[in-house]
C-alpha cells in the first residue's frame, strides 16, 4: 500500500488562503469518504482537524475546511495564520480494510 | 476528559524486546479501535495496525505484519506495542489514537492521539 502523495510543501502570506492536496488510488480515497487531516507542531502529537472528508470537529477553527474529488482530497486554510505553520497530513480507510497515511505537508506563513 | 497516556521512552540495544503501552481513560476503552502509528526521524505518519481492545480483533498493515505484536488488556484500559527482537530502524516515535467511527467501527478517524513514545535503538 502505498503512501498518499502531498506536496512536499505549500506556503502563503498571513491572510491568504493555501490548498494542499492528497492524492491517492480507486482503492483508498476514490472509494471512501473515510478522509481525515492531521496537523503536527514539532515535537508534538498530531492534531484532528477534519474528519469524514469534510467535517470540522468542535474546537478547531472554521478557517479549515475540507473536499473531495474523485481520488483527490484537499484541505484549505483560509486566512493563514503564523499559528498554521506545521505540518499536515492526511489518511484514509483503504479497501484492504488498513489505513494510509499521506507523505506530509509542510505549511509556511512567510 | 478522553485521554490516552502512553509510556516512556525508552533506550534499547539490538536484539532486544520491549513492550510499550497506552492507557485509555474517560471513555469506553473496549468498544473504540486503538491504532498504532509510526514516525521514524524527520519522516512521516505510517499507520502499523489497529486493536479492538474488547475482543482483541487485531488488523495489521502488511509492512509491519510480523514485525510487531498488538494486544490489549481491556480490564486495565491499556493497548500494547511490542517488538520481540528490536532493530536499529526500529528507532522512532510511536502514537497510539482512538479510531473513531459513526457506522463501521473500523472505519473512521483517529482522536485522540496519545503523546508519543519514543523508542530509541542503538548498540
Known amino acids: 500500500q502505498s503512501a498518499l502523495t502531498q506536496p512536499a510543501s505549500v506556503s502563503g502570506s498571513p491572510g491568504q488562503s493555501i490548498t494542499i492536496s492528497c492524492t491517492g488510488t480507486?482503492?483508498?480515497?476514490?472509494?471512501?469518504?473515510?478522509v481525515s487531516w492531521y496537523q503536527q507542531h514539532p515535537g508534538k502529537a498530531p492534531k484532528l482537524m477534519i474528519y469524514d472528508v469534510s467535517n470540522r470537529p468542535s474546537g478547531v477553527s472554521n478557517r479549515f475546511s475540507g473536499s473531495k474529488s474523485g481520488n483527490t482530497a484537499s484541505l484549505t486554510i483560509s486566512g493563514l495564520q503564523a499559528e498554521d505553520e506545521a505540518d499536515y497530513y492526511c489518511t484514509s480507510y483503504t479497501t484492504s480494510s488498513t489505513y494510509v497515511f499521506g507523505t506530509g505537508t509542510t505549511v509556511t506563513v512567510v | 476528559e478522553v485521554q490516552l497516556v502512553q509510556s516512556g521512552a525508552e533506550v534499547k540495544k539490538p536484539g532486544e524486546s520491549l513492550k510499550i503501552s497506552c492507557k485509555g481513560s474517560g471513555y469506553s476503552f473496549s468498544v473504540y479501535w486503538i491504532g498504532w502509528v509510526r514516525q521514524m526521524p524527520g519522516k512521516g505518519l505510517e499507520w502499523m495496525g489497529s486493536?479492538?481492545?474488547?475482543?482483541?480483533?487485531?488488523r495489521y498493515s502488511p509492512s509491519f505484519q510480523g514485525q510487531v505484536t498488538i494486544s490489549a488488556d481491556k480490564s486495565i484500559n491499556t493497548a500494547y506495542l511490542q517488538w520481540s527482537s528490536l532493530k536499529a530502524s526500529d528507532t522512532a516515535m510511536y502514537y497510539c489514537?482512538?479510531?473513531?467511527?459513526?457506522?463501521?467501527?473500523?472505519?473512521?478517524?483517529?482522536?485522540?492521539w496519545g503523546q508519543g513514545a519514543l523508542v530509541t535503538v542503538s548498540s
Open positions: 489514537a482512538r479510531l473513531i467511527a459513526v457506522t463501521d467501527p473500523l472505519k473512521g478517524w483517529f482522536d485522540p
Open positions: 486493536i479492538y481492545p474488547g475482543d482483541s480483533d487485531t
Open positions: 480507486s482503492s483508498d480515497v476514490g472509494s471512501y469518504n473515510y
